[in-house]
Structures are given as structure tokens and as C-alpha cells.
């Protein structure tokens, strides 16, 4: 477990979890996942050994003026509860209060990921129109891969123009395990009325 340590009255906390996912990835540790929670909401959700992650962990500390230390919070075993929900086809939509770190237009395009429905998916350049700005595929591609809220805020749904599954920080293999589970799951609802 870790703890953010913040210099002023921020707090936050983080914590390795093993997620209980018919999946075969989700037992290895390149598969763990290191939430924090500063002030009661989550700010941190991302896979441990994401290649960015020292970019994102230094972008929390500046922006949260805090540190990484061990500890646990009720934000964080909710959200620990609502990501095994929805591994196991429970949960479609999460609910943790969440504080997103970053620059406004950073935050624009990490609520618009809260917006793709559950199970299906759009491409960089679709999201970008969708988001008011077709001119800035790239620059929604960066910052969807600057999400560290990673599953809650589903940047795993954005795909290639062709439908190609495209960089993923927890990789391919994790982004097209999370999409197989939520076809799945649609199935199971649709099959089961």
C-alpha cells in the first residue's frame, strides 16, 4: 500500500491490487493496478508497470503537491468493490468520486471517456469530433493516454479509425481482455433478458 503524503492538506492513498478477473492476464503483476485517493476521491487507478508511469506520478505530485507513502482509504476499497463488480459482469458504470489531475483540456477528454457506453467502442477521430475538436486527434490521443484513472475512466474503448486496438497503458493484451469482458457481459444481460 501507499500513501500520497501530501505538503498541504491534500492526502492520498495507494495500494497494489490483484484483480479477481476471468481473464488470464489478471494475475500477473504487470497486471496489478496502484489506486490513490486524495481527500476522499480517486485521482489515481493505473496499472503498475504502465510505461508512462513516472510521466503520471510526477504530474500527481506537482499538481497535489504530495508524495507517495503507504496507507488505505474508503475511496480506495470502493473503488477496490466496484472494479471487482464489474470483472465479474456486475457493474457497468462506476461512481467513485474521482479528482482529475491535469490540464483543462486534459480533463475534457477524460470526462468525455466516461461517456462511451459500456461495451462498445470509437476511434481517436470520432471521439475527437464527438469532443468539438476534429482537428485535435492527436493531441485527444495524448491525453487519453494521459488518464490515470485507467478502467474507471475507459480510454480501453478508444480504437483505431480501422477498429485496430491501438497503445494501451496496461497493453493490447489487457485493453482487448477488458473489451472481450464487456461484449461478454452484454451478451450474458442480453441472453438472460
Same mark, same amino acid.
Given at each position: 500500500?501507499?500513501?500520497?503524503?501530501?505538503?498541504?492538506?491534500?492526502? %492520498?492513498? %495507494?495500494?497494489?491490487?490483484?484483480?479477481?478477473?476471468?481473464?488470464?492476464?489478471?494475475?500477473?503483476?504487470?497486471?496489478?493496478? =496502484?489506486?490513490?485517493?486524495?481527500?476522499?476521491?480517486?485521482?489515481?487507478?493505473?496499472?503498475?508497470?504502465?510505461?508512462?508511469?513516472?510521466?503520471?506520478?510526477?504530474?500527481?505530485?506537482?499538481?497535489?503537491?504530495?508524495?507517495?507513502?503507504?496507507?488505505?482509504?474508503?475511496?480506495?476499497?470502493? %473503488?477496490?468493490?466496484?472494479?471487482?463488480?464489474?470483472? &465479474?459482469?456486475?457493474?457497468?458504470?462506476?461512481?467513485?468520486?474521482?479528482?482529475? =489531475?491535469?490540464?483543462?483540456?486534459?480533463?475534457?477528454?477524460?470526462?468525455?471517456?466516461?461517456?462511451?457506453?459500456?461495451?462498445?467502442?470509437?476511434?481517436?477521430?470520432?471521439? &475527437?469530433? =464527438?469532443?468539438?475538436?476534429?482537428?485535435?486527434?492527436?493531441?485527444? &490521443?495524448?491525453?487519453?493516454? &494521459?488518464?490515470?484513472? =485507467?478502467?474507471?475512466?475507459?480510454?480501453?474503448?478508444?480504437?483505431?479509425?480501422?477498429?485496430?486496438?491501438?497503445?494501451?497503458?496496461?497493453?493490447?493484451?489487457?485493453?482487448?481482455?477488458?473489451?472481450?469482458?464487456?461484449?461478454?457481459?452484454?451478451?450474458?444481460?442480453?441472453?438472460?433478458?
Amino acid at each position: 500500500m501507499k500513501e500520497v503524503n501530501p505538503k498541504e492538506t491534500t492526502r %492520498a492513498y %495507494a495500494f497494489e491490487i490483484w484483480m479477481d478477473a476471468p481473464c488470464p492476464w489478471s494475475r500477473s503483476s504487470r497486471h496489478s493496478m =496502484s489506486p490513490g485517493s486524495p481527500g476522499g476521491r480517486l485521482c489515481l487507478c493505473d496499472w503498475v508497470e504502465e510505461r508512462r508511469r513516472d510521466i503520471i506520478d510526477r504530474r500527481l505530485r506537482r499538481i497535489l503537491r504530495a508524495d507517495y507513502v503507504e496507507g488505505d482509504s474508503e475511496v480506495i476499497r470502493e %473503488a477496490s468493490r466496484q472494479l471487482d463488480e464489474y470483472f &465479474a459482469g456486475r457493474r457497468r458504470k462506476f461512481d467513485v468520486p474521482l479528482l482529475f =489531475s491535469g490540464t483543462d483540456f486534459q480533463k475534457k477528454v477524460w470526462h468525455g471517456l466516461m461517456e462511451i457506453p459500456y461495451g462498445s467502442t470509437v476511434s481517436y477521430r470520432d471521439f &475527437a469530433k =464527438s469532443l468539438g475538436c476534429p482537428a485535435s486527434v492527436r493531441a485527444v &490521443a495524448n491525453a487519453n493516454g &494521459a488518464n490515470a484513472i =485507467s478502467i474507471i475512466v475507459s480510454c480501453h474503448r478508444v480504437v483505431g479509425s480501422d477498429g485496430s486496438l491501438t497503445g494501451y497503458a496496461g497493453g493490447l493484451d489487457a485493453k482487448k481482455a477488458l473489451l472481450d469482458l464487456e461484449r461478454k457481459s452484454l451478451c450474458s444481460m442480453n441472453e438472460n433478458g
